[in-house]
């Protein structure tokens, strides 16, 4: 039997997007917003979502760091620095297509650009 909630662990960009393009419209009709319509207000609320999620992200490095008090450096671990990372890309991607913005393709631009930049 298959196990209907299990991801593959080598999920691409651009399946994440297309999951995150069907989880957005998920979350406008949960808050009774138009993606249309109510575009601006959808993505300056993801937007604040982002920071929020970043400053997470922040607080695991630094505890993973041990730049943190050593009371707290217990409950950083490489579990829960995973997963901010996940809540920052995850949060990303919403973002993206909320904007209808390409990312896999916009991605794949900048490594592109990277990679001659390189010397």
Excluded at 82 to 96: I, K, P
Aim: glycine residues 8%; aromatic residues 6%; hydrophobic residues 45%.
């Amino acid at each position: 039997m298959t196990d209907v909630h299990h991801q593959p662990s080598d999920m691409s960009l651009r399946e994440a997007s297309e999951w995150a393009g069907h989880q957005a419209k998920r979350l406008a009709a949960n808050f009774g917003l138009d993606m249309a319509g109510d575009r601006d207000l959808f993505a300056l609320a993801q937007t604040a979502k982002l920071g929020e999620e970043v400053g997470e992200l922040h607080a695991e490095v630094l505890g993973a760091l041990k730049y943190c008090r050593a009371d707290k450096a217990a409950q950083f671990t490489s579990d829960s620095l995973a997963g901010e990372l996940a809540d920052v890309m995850v949060c990303t991607l919403l973002l993206a297509q909320i904007l209808e913005v390409d990312l896999p393709a916009a991605v794949t631009g900048k490594i592109g650009f990277l990679r001659e930049r390189q010397f």
